[in-house]
């Protein structure tokens, strides 16, 4: 199966702790898209990225959150000191090439803040 | 602010009759327009799309109808069969980056056998 493939599917972290999520494209996609969904409502995009560059990071919060796509390995988004309302889905979506090209998406990552 | 609406959380509609999700837009600038469907702890699945050039699209059961003047899309599904149970997104994009989709909050589908 060659799709967008996300882990952990499932993550709990404490208040103050990191968490990483990570997302392989599909095969042959070279860019990659971050989603969030929080309870009863839509997905927000937080940030677009190709290889070792990140393109568009108009949605991401300006503090805690990053995101990379390095030359080899999976794209990294990274969250520090999480708070209670970072409890969200988090989806990957990865698509062939730039503009306005169907994006695939993953199954999803589920943060729980305790 | 909400650019993509879908005004109906939900929808129940009996197996083998047509199936209507609506969707309405704000920003005139959009000019791509996809559905996704997504079943519970799964990713959204792209169903179709359609560019602001065309007024409509069809892929087997599934049609979706653009009205620019109105800013409103619309998924048709026909027959509507039990598997279409999940809920369907709209979304929306524009310009030379397209980077972005605009996603609406969403619509359950439920059909009934």
New interface residues.
Partial sequence: NAG?M?NPRHLVRRRGQEARLRCSPMKGHS?V?W?RQLP??????MV?LQKENI??E??MPKERFSAEFPKEGPSILRIQQVVRGDSAAY?C?SSQS???????????T?LLVL | D?Q?K?NSPSLSVQEGRISILNCDYTNSMF??F?W?KKYP??????LI?I?SIKDKNEDGRFTVFLNKSAKHLSLHIVPSQPGDSAVY?C?A?YG???????????TSLTVIP
């Avoid at chain 1, 009863?40 to 995009?45: C, R, T």
């Avoid at chain 1, 730039?98 to 999803?108: L, N």
């Avoid at chain 2, 030379?96 to 969403?106: E, L, R, V």
């Fill in positions: 967008v996300q860019h898209y989603y009863e409502e839509g997905l927000k995009f677009y393109i568009d108009s949605g989806f979506a730039r503009g306005q090209e169907t994006q695939y998406f993953g199954p999803g589920r | 909400q993509v879908q000019d791509y996809l996704y702890a799964e990713g959204p699945t792209f799309s560019s997104f979304a994009s030379d980056t397209g980077n972005q989709f605009y996603f609406g909050t969403g």
